[in-house]
């Protein structure tokens, strides 16, 4: 073999193997109500590779995006609005995403001035799953530094927890569109960078996907 390319073989593994591990945890329901809110316009904004926005926020010079987890729930009682989240969910597993589920709960509901009764639905455990994902994998040394898609504080004492730990590792938080006014606390312990309508815009899924083991399109 040419010592040449021996050499140069070498380095690139050191140069891998020298990268910062990113993983990148999002907060589902809390990236698509900030691109909901953003108008029926933007509706096709929806449709983003996770993986790839992800990876917007990683330097390539000296990062390796390692992996990304998406936390949400299946609204099982809107059948239309259930198809388009699982077939959002499959086309991002299609880019290696880990999808992490938790549930919604039935939450008995009512008016205090006409008395009227109705059943709501509390969306469980996401925030839950997110803590307990971020502590497991920086206890067993998963990532370097971890990337969180989310504006919700309650993951300030999970956040907390790994900062005081023996080998802390970095934590930066990815606020989605038009959330960064709320994020206060968060920014409080942790730097923060904005998701921007152009990141989403350039970071589309393609219209077909096509299957990696039965090569068929959807």
């Known amino acids: 073999m040419d010592p040449g390319c021996l050499r140069a073989g070498v380095f690139l593994w050191k140069n891998i193997l020298s990268k910062k591990k990113i993983?990148?945890?999002?907060?589902?329901f809390n990236l698509y109500h900030s691109i909901d809110?953003?108008?029926?316009?933007?509706n096709y904004l929806k449709w983003v590779n996770l993986w790839s926005l992800a990876h917007a926020f990683v330097k390539p010079s000296t990062e390796q995006l390692n992996a990304v987890y998406y936390f949400s729930a299946l609204a099982y009682w809107l059948k239309k609005s259930k198809k388009r989240h699982e077939k959002f969910i499959k086309a991002n597993e299609h880019y290696n995403i880990t999808s992490v589920l938790g549930h919604f709960k039935k939450k008995?509901?009512?008016?205090?001035?006409?008395?009227?009764k109705w059943t709501a639905h509390e969306e469980k455990q996401s925030d839950v799953n997110i803590a307990a994902y971020l502590i497991h994998h920086s206890h067993t040394d998963q990532f370097?530094?971890?990337l969180i898609i989310t504006a919700d504080s309650d993951l300030c004492p999970a956040i907390q927890l790994i900062l005081d730990s023996q080998t802390p590792q970095e934590i930066i938080i990815?606020?989605?569109?038009n959330r960064y006014a709320i994020t206060r606390e968060l920014r409080g312990?942790?730097?923060a960078q904005k998701i921007k309508q152009k990141h989403l815009k350039?970071?589309?899924?393609?219209d077909i996907i096509k299957e990696k083991t039965t090569g068929k399109y959807d």
């Open 108 to 116: 008995p509901e009512h008016c205090k001035k006409c008395g009227a």
């Open 23 to 28: 993983n990148c945890y999002i907060d589902g």
């Open 37 to 42: 809110d953003l108008g029926p316009k933007f």
């Open 189 to 191: 312990v942790v730097k």
């Open 174 to 177: 990815l606020v989605p569109p």
């Open 202 to 206: 350039k970071n589309q899924l393609p």
């Open 144 to 146: 370097d530094k971890a």
